[in-house]
């Protein structure tokens, strides 16, 4: 397994794990100190991490920024089917 799918394999179980609105965001600074890599600088890594979410899971829609701000990351919206803690607004009527 490469860097790539290992991160979009933590990013994924991460999120759906810990969302209970769908929404999740993964700083670069922190995936880069969980990885050792060097986000947002390698794009080619970048690219290939989004690639991963979208072929193996198909459950979110994930955004990225291509900025050289560390703060910056990956934007996460998960399908609420996926979540194990997400609030079901219907529940509410």
Do not use: H, W
């Not at 899971?57 to 194990?84: Q, R």
Request: hydrophobic share 30%; charged share 25%.
């Amino acid at each position: 397994m490469d860097i790539a799918e290992k991160i979009a394999d933590y990013m994924v179980e991460t999120g759906i794990n810990n969302t209970s609105s769908g929404n999740y965001f993964f700083r670069y600074d922190g995936i880069n100190q969980d990885f050792g890599c060097y986000l947002p600088k390698d794009y080619r890594l970048l690219d290939k991490i989004v690639n991963k979410v979208y072929e193996k899971y198909g459950v979110a829609i994930c955004d990225l920024y291509y900025s050289d701000n560390p703060n910056d990351g990956f934007d996460f919206t998960f399908y609420l089917e996926y979540c194990p803690n997400a609030e079901d607004d219907n529940d509410n009527m």
